[in-house]
């Protein structure tokens, strides 16, 4: 009977076992839970690790699916959890600390790598800092050498005059009544003899005088050398510049140091027309050797008048290349009288015979690189043959210096940095590119100026007014040498309107920037197009003269410049719109190549020039080119220099109001100094045609001129230190009350719309509120409350975040400067703006006239009110930390 209850049993227990799926085995062995259940224990397990009986008990009632499982399986299963979590912990708790370890080595390292290269950075930073440091040695070293040649040479001057100055003495003793008149100057330059000057050796001993006369005016005292006005020698400056005084002819000398080899710049020197750009052409006739590997070489030299009331000038010289014991290289020059074996009669008839008197360049080299450089030009510009008005240029040492002597000094230097890789210019051209541009326009102007007739200019029948010189090349074509398939040659030619005519009291260096920044008073934009149409394939006519509207806009995109800023290498767009139905969508824009030069009012004695050309948007290297342009050349007086003669005159520019103390008169200084400054200026524009519109186009070309002459009359008049400009208003001078007043305005109008103040408690006094406002760190600017605002003030760091001058200001409308988003703005807090007086606008983004995005955080604007009337002047704008993107 218990064997029956025994086996019932066990068969009972096998169905359970079998009908939970093997849940649990016999003696309590593992059990085989299914995922949902495992689930169900893991979410008890999170909120209770450790059950109770109870709770274990109570769990399988709520949970169905745990029904067939005993309370003792439960806990074994929290058990084995608990202690699979504990191992799991540990094994996250190793690899935890295994990783530390390994972060910790390699943070140490990361620690010796940047160690190491901030080491290295150090080091190279050291090393450069070193060559930096004996490059500048060196060249302070040569700098001390040359200085020291000048000082010997300046005591064997004051020697030389203590002598003289005793001789005079005792001849006044020994004769009262008598005068010598052999003193009368310092150097008389003998004039050699010729009877040797058909053959070699009477060459050869030409050559060697005129090597000893040129050293004695390179080293020695054989010329009285005064210093240039406006040229302080230094260690970064260009070079020492010193101008003849009482001597035959005019003469300039420049010394300095250059980073190229003696050949090198011999090399540079000896090819004038690629620096000297009144020189037409060079041609070396006879070269043969001489000692010390040197050569002679017989030159003819045609250089172009820079005026059309002017003939032009011709050499013919010797040019003596050799080499002194002391290793130094010398290239001298003088000129030889008659025509020799070189140009016939027949090609020179149109110049006059100028004189080179020994001139050329000694250039020593210096320990560790480099050379020492002496350039003299001594030349007789034969100033009888022009007109009375024009002799001060060919009198003038100074016009010698800016135009020859000192721009031969700089074009080697600019070689010189281009070669090192200091220059770095823009649309990623070559600089040999840029500059083949320069010279390409420079020679173009002065071909126009001048005409000559063995390049085809032949001058037209006058209308019987003689102010504008009408001249036609039919020969001519807008061709290049290194792609002649970019050539556009026309049926008729180029025609060329030019005139001369003399300024008083206008500083040529405002009127050029004047003229350059504000195109739309002088130009007329149709013919601009006429012009430029002529570049493109298929033109028209009179392409120019379709209805079109200049939108007053131009845009000036710089390519280079020069070492010390003196020439502007620039693209000029203009923004135009045609007004035909059928071009309506058609874009007008016209693009200019330009060049200007001579911006600088403190240089003494320097030509102004403003030259342009038509240029396709492509801007290819090999473009045709013909320009146009100004050119203004100051004419120096004869008396001596003073400080006063010498200062810069009075310009728009507010920087020369704060410069001033409040003591002075600027006014009248002003007027003193300009008061006998005359000018000369040439105007010459050149037009395609063809043959059967030659009259129309001559009639549109004079017509042209003669409205550009009356503008520029107007301008200068409005310029002239005399008078005020009726389209720019009173100047910003401390001799009148506009620019402090206005400050006042704007610093009482910022406290009593916001509150608070402008400038500082401790600057509101006098005229230091004008000074503290153009030196605040924020652009400051102001336009007047038009329908169209324009600007008219902006602080310094207004111009400079515009990219602008105080005299191009006022051509910047209001909404140019702004975004899409910054307009929006400005338009919704407008009527806040008008009505509460003041407003802030959110951080944004502005343009500058040169096309740069600039950003600001915030931007302040508020009314400027006048205290007399309690109106509205005008609307001020402070952009708050702004920087260029």
Same mark, same amino acid.
């Given at each position: ?16 076992? &079998? ?349 560790? &690189? ?132 003399l300024l008083q009291n206008v500083p040529p260096a405002l009127l050029v920037r004047f003229l350059r ?10 013919v601009d197009a006429y012009s430029a149409a002529s570049l493109k394939a298929g033109s028209y006519a ?217 400038l500082r408690s401790d600057s509101v006094g006098g005229d230091s509120v004008l000074k503290n406002l ?112």
């Amino acid at each position: 009977m218990a064997m029956v209850i025994q086996q019932q049993q066990q068969q009972q227990r096998e169905s359970s076992s &079998g009908s939970i799926n093997k849940h649990q085995l016999d003696n309590g062995k593992y059990v085989r839970y299914t995922a949902e259940q495992v689930e169900a224990l893991e979410r008890v397990y999170s909120e209770c690790p450790k059950p109770s009986s109870l709770r274990r008990q109570q769990l399988i009632r709520e949970c169905p699916i745990l029904s067939n499982i005993e309370p003792k399986q439960i806990k074994v299963w929290f058990q084995r959890s608990k202690k699979c979590y504990r191992l799991a912990e540990d094994f996250v708790d190793e690899e935890l600390c295994m990783w530390e370890e390994r972060l910790d080595f390699l943070n140490w390292d990361l620690n010796r790598i940047l160690a190491v290269v901030l080491i290295r950075m150090c080091r190279e930073k050291q090393r450069k800092e070193a060559s930096r440091l004996q490059t500048v040695n060196r060249k302070l070293t040569a700098m001390n050498k040359l200085l020291m040649e000048e000082n010997d040479r300046l005591q064997k001057q004051v020697s030389q005059l203590v002598c003289e100055n005793g001789y005079m003495k005792q001849q006044l003793r020994t004769a009262p009544a008598t005068t010598d008149a052999s003193c009368d100057s310092v150097v008389t330059t003998p004039q050699h003899s010729l009877r040797d000057a058909n053959n070699p050796a009477g060459l050869l001993s030409i050559a060697e005088e005129t090597l000893a006369e040129f050293l004695s005016k390179a080293t020695g005292t054989a010329v009285d050398w005064v210093q240039m006005p406006g040229m302080k020698p230094g260690p970064d400056s260009v070079g020492i510049f010193a101008i003849s005084q009482s001597c035959s002819g005019v003469a300039a000398r420049a010394c300095g140091l250059v980073s190229l080899e003696p050949t090198k710049i011999a090399e540079i020197l000896k090819d004038r027309p690629s620096w000297f750009r009144d020189c037409r052409s060079l041609e070396v006739f006879t070269m043969f050797p001489a000692g010390n590997a040197g050569t002679i070489e017989l030159l003819y030299t045609q250089a172009y008048a820079p005026t059309t009331l002017a003939p032009a000038r011709d050499f013919w010289t010797l040019r003596y290349t050799t080499t002194l014991d002391n290793g130094s290289l010398v290239v001298c020059e003088r000129s030889l009288s008659g025509s020799g074996a070189g140009p016939n009669p027949a090609s020179a008839a149109q110049f006059v015979r100028a004189e080179m008197l020994p001139s050329g360049c000694l250039i020593r080299p210096c320990d560790g &690189g480099g050379s020492i450089i002496h350039i003299v030009d001594h030349l007789n510009l034969e100033a009888w043959s022009v007109p009375e008005v024009l002799r001060p240029l060919y009198e003038s040492s100074k016009v010698v210096a800016q135009r020859m002597t000192i721009a031969a000094l700089r074009y080697v230097r600019q070689i010189a940095q281009e070669t090192s890789g200091e220059v770095v210019y823009g649309l990623g051209r070559q600089p040999a590119v840029l500059r083949t541009f320069s010279q390409r326009l420079s020679r173009g102007f002065n071909d126009a100026v001048n005409g000559f007739n063995d390049d085809g200019w032949s001058l037209m029948t006058c209308d019987g007014a003689e102010d504008v010189i009408i001249a036609v090349n039919s020969t001519k074509s807008l061709s290049t040498t290194s792609n002649p398939t970019n050539s556009l040659a026309f049926l008729g030619g180029i025609l060329c309107a030019k005139a001369s005519m003399l300024l008083q009291n206008v500083p040529p260096a405002l009127l050029v920037r004047f003229l350059r920044e504000h195109r739309s008073e002088w130009a007329d934009f149709n013919v601009d197009a006429y012009s430029a149409a002529s570049l493109k394939a298929g033109s028209y006519a009179y392409p120019g003269m379709r209805p079109t509207r200049f939108t007053g806009s131009q845009i000036i995109m710089p390519l280079g410049h020069t070492i010390e800023h003196e020439e502007l290498l620039e693209v000029i767009r203009l923004e135009g719109h045609s007004l035909a139905q059928e071009d309506a969508f058609v874009s007008r824009d016209i693009h200019l190549l330009q060049i200007c030069s001579g911006v600088d009012e403190n240089a003494v004695g320097a030509c102004s020039e403003l030259v342009f050309a038509p240029i396709d948007e492509m801007f290819p290297d090999d473009g045709p080119l013909l320009p146009s342009g100004f050119r203004i050349i100051p004419l120096d007086s004869k008396t001596p220099d003073t400080p006063d003669t010498l200062t810069a005159h009075r310009t728009l520019d507010l920087t020369s109001s704060l410069e001033v103390g409040p003591a002075t008169n600027p006014a009248a200084g002003d007027s003193s100094s300009c008061h006998h400054t005359r000018s000369v200026l040439t105007i010459a524009f050149q037009f395609p045609f063809e043959s059967n519109l030659q009259d129309n186009v001559a009639t549109m070309a004079r017509q042209y001129v003669r409205s550009v002459i009356s503008s520029v009359q107007r301008v200068a008049m409005a310029i002239c230190p005399s008078g005020l400009s009726p389209t720019l208003g009173p100047k910003l001078s401390p001799g009148s009350p506009e620019a402090l007043t206005l400050a006042h305005w704007i610093c009482q109008s910022y406290s009593y719309h916001l509150g608070a103040e402008l400038l500082r408690s401790d600057s509101v006094g006098g005229d230091s509120v004008l000074k503290n406002l153009w030196q605040h760190s924020d652009a400051i600017l102001c336009c007047s409350l038009k329908s169209m605002p324009v600007f008219i003030f902006a602080n310094q760091a207004g111009l400079d975040m515009l990219e602008t001058t105080l005299v191009a200001l006022q051509d910047i409308t209001l909404d140019k400067i702004f975004d899409e988003s910054g307009r929006k703005a400005l338009c919704a807090d407008f009527a806040k703006l008008m009505q509460q007086g003041f407003t802030y606008l959110p951080a944004g983004i502005c343009m500058s006239t040169m096309g740069r995005h600039v950003s600001y955080e915030q931007a302040v604007a508020w009314k400027v009110l006048a205290p007399e009337d309690n109106t509205v002047h005008c609307l001020a704008f402070s952009f708050i930390n702004w920087s260029f993107v």
